[in-house]
């Protein structure tokens, strides 16, 4: 256990009550602790939110393993991580799933990491897609955020439907789509058309899993985060260096999300090159800013013109969770005609599906047009 400068076990109040922390720099004191993950796990659990681990209330002089507070803080939440991961590997080998609250440099390697606990407001909706961006900058991919907020507007109510349906437009570009919240925040416990704004987001966030999975492959080779800052895109602009408010969303996407109450419009930046208005089909010159209509139903998002979207077909996805993904349809469209004539992408899994103007689809098994 973590011992206080004295060598007793060290004892403090943080946000769950009172006791002392499990020292996961020493090597029993972690393997007690993943024993008792691992009891749940063997009971059918396959995932594992490893909350808290941020280690900022550690003191300067408490130790664990052979360092010093101060300095283990920096490592805790790693170490908590490592731990749960190898819980699941050892019980669920292949098939855990892991996410950890906090994280420090070199932690986006394990697991998925959440943004923490907004607040359900339009302001911390815009500091989560500041926090969104900045995240990606420092490479982290695989990200995640309560939907609608998890402690409520003022902490007593729960999220408005109108940022409800604003927050589940931006799960829906996100590379998982998750929602978690201390009120009643389910979408049927809203009214009808709330309801059915939720569903569709849900629905094209399951629809573009082909794309994610894909971007999530290329992350794991070379580190090119899913969420794409416009200054990763255009270092050399310092226009580019200033955008908090829109992304790129694997290789083809852009993405703004409305982050005002009652919005009817809002100026969107966009990227060099030709883009496609994912709603009304309309072709926009980028670099540049644009005003973009955004009723309620509409998050504004832009496809890169000649890009090849592979997407699983919406009546396939809208069946529900029972249909293994291998059954399920992918659909590749081609969004306007690529400039150079010729146009290629590769599914998580390597296949290769491509268009040219001379030879038209080359297309896998399992993939429709």
């Known amino acids: 256990m973590v011992k206080d400068a004295d060598g007793d076990p060290f004892v403090s109040r943080w946000w769950m009550g009172t006791g002392s922390p499990v020292d996961l720099l020493d090597e029993e004191s972690e393997r007690w602790w993943r024993e008792q993950a691992k009891g749940a796990l063997r009971l059918g659990v396959e995932g594992i939110k490893a909350d808290d681990g941020e ?20 490592a805790f939440g790693g170490a908590y991580r490592r731990s749960m991961q190898r819980a ?18 070199g932690q986006q390697a394990i ?27 420092s490479g982290f ?20 439907p109108e940022l ?34 939720y569903r569709g987001y849900v629905l094209l966030h399951e629809m573009l899993v082909p794309y994610i999975r894909a971007a999530a492959a290329t992350a794991a080779h070379c580190g090119l ?7 990763l895109l255009q270092p050399g602009d310092h226009v580019a260096w200033s955008v908090a408010d829109a992304f ?3 290789p083809a996407l852009w993405v703004a999300p409305v982050l005002e109450r009652g919005a009817a419009e809002r100026e969107v930046m966009l990227p060099r090159g030709r883009w496609i208005e994912a709603w009304s089909g309309e072709v926009v010159e980028g670099g540049r800013e644009v005003v973009v209509a955004t009723p ?45 004539g010729r146009a290629a992408v590769r599914l998580a899994d390597g296949r290769r599906i491509a268009w040219s103007r001379r030879q038209g689809w080359e297309l896998p098994d399992g993939v429709l047009v």
């Open 55 to 74: 280690g900022y209330y550690l003191p300067e002089d408490v130790r664990l393993g052979d360092t010093s507070g101060a300095r283990a803080a920096w």
């Open 248 to 250: 790129g969303f694997g």
């Open 296 to 340: 309620l139903e509409r998050i504004p998002v832009s496809v890169r013109e000649g890009s090849i979207v592979v997407t699983y077909a919406a009546e396939s996805v809208a069946r529900g969770l029972g249909e293994e993904d291998a059954a399920k349809p992918l659909v590749a469209t081609l969004w306007g005609e690529p400039r150079m």
């Open 111 to 137: 697991g998925m990491t959440w943004a923490g606990d907004q607040a359900s407001d339009f302001w911390s909706l815009r500091q989560l897609v500041a926090a969104t961006i900045s995240a990606a900058a």
């Open 225 to 231: 985060p899913i969420v794409r800052p416009l200054a």
């Open 141 to 160: 991919s695989n990200w995640s955020h309560d939907v609608g907020g998890y402690i409520g507007e003022a902490m007593v109510r729960r999220c408005p």
């Open 164 to 197: 409800l349906v604003r927050w589940a437009q931006l799960g829906a570009f996100t590379p998982l789509m998750q929602a978690h919240g201390r009120m009643q925040q389910e979408p049927w416990t809203y009214d009808a058309h709330t309801l059915e704004l």
């Open 88 to 105: 699941l590997d050892e019980v669920h080998p292949g098939r855990g799933v892991l996410f950890g609250r906090c994280g420090w440099t």
